[in-house]
């Protein structure tokens, strides 16, 4: 924009109609240059200015907060089903792809919580034969067959709160038997029946950012 | 030289800290169906979309209502943002046709300011006055606005948007915003003590 020529009487008007937007700094360049240069040689202008900068701090006091997750709750019961249902596979890899992949530190940091939980896996699976190979395999007749429960490494999203992680796990109809591990992943158990139920479960929920199961034979 | 103020008053601001292309990338969502996207984006908008309806409207009891309809066209509507402005233009604009929408439900006027007179009583200039009574006579000055004039004031000094933006907001041209802004500005004016620095 070229330089502007006017004269001091339309260059008030012209100043004190921009001043509210130059106390905000959304003028461009140009015009703020304009007011600026007015300013430095105008001391009724700068008196103005002084003025609209104490209408616009009395103006932008703080209102009281509201409750976000009531409203939103509110909204998503209006919402029609398909918005407000949990996403396809499909839709969640693209927007994973979207989220993460501009990410690279987020990548890395999904990939080390990945290679930390296979890594606990790996350990647990081997203790667990290991304990197989070395316990008395002596059993008494009376003794009824105990059923040894199914486990599941889980990670939950870091702002999950308690009250969300009790109803994820009662949903589940599992629980934590060990964890958090240095990956903050929780190792649940469930009874081996309700094992794919379960990580069907888990899966579904909005908290929980990966399930793996351990059982030997797993390709959960 | 003086400096540009804006900058060095963000942070009593409510200026938005998100890029123009994370809003766009988040409607791209939105518009795909997105659940989480949206979230995240009616999260992101939620406080500065309630202080501008409930400033605007001066209906605190609506203002949650007035920012759900807004934000369910945002979210049927994604697939319709064209980019032909910044997201939260359009999303400002929505907002705005819904308050005003509101109004028109209670019978208010949009142009017409209310009782002025009655808060210029009260703002005498009093040099004794404290900093948060003095607050309460600007506000209620504010509030004495017609909604029309309420909305360029919020959207310029909190919101720092900018004039041609609060155009496209209001569906008004530039000049109109500029001589609402120019009109709100006298009335204040002429109610509150010349030298509000002295008190606040």
Redesign the interface.
Known sequence: MSPRVVNLDSAHGEV??LL?????????EAE?RF??TH??ACAAC?GE?????????????A?P??D?DR??A??RA???A??????SWR?RL??WR?NVLPRPWLGWALAAQTTAIGILAVALVSARVQTADEAPTYRALSRPVAVEPARLVVAFAPQTEVAELRRVLLASGARIVDGPTAADAYILAVAPERLDAAVQQLRAE?SVLLVQSLEAKAAH | ??A????A?TA???AYIATGADDA?LIA?VA????????TL??AY??RL??FI??TTRRPEL??EI??DT??VV??GAHKYDGSSKVSTWIFAIAWRKSLKALRDVDVPLEADEGIEAVADEAEPKHEVMRAQ??RV??EA?DALSPNHRAV??L???H????HEIAQIMGCPVDTV?TR??HA?RR??AL?P?R??DI?
């Open positions: 004190r109609e509210p937007w130059f106390v905000a700094g959304t003028l461009d703020s007011v600026d300013l430095q700068r200015l002084e003025w609209e900068r104490q209408l616009r701090a009395a103006n932008n006091v209102l907060g509201r976000v409203a939103f509110a909204l209006r919402l029609p398909g918005r407000r249902e949990t996403m839709e693209r927007a979207e909005k | 030289m003086f540009r103020p804006g900058a008053a009593q601001s409510g990338a969502r795909r169906g997105d659940a989480r996207a949206f979230e009616y999260r939620f406080p309630a202080r409930e400033r203002v949650e920012l759900n934000m369910f979210s049927t003095l607050r600007l506000s504010v004031i919020e310029t000094y909190f720092e948007i900018a004039y500029k802004m120019f500005r204040l004016k509150l010349e509000l620095e606040l």
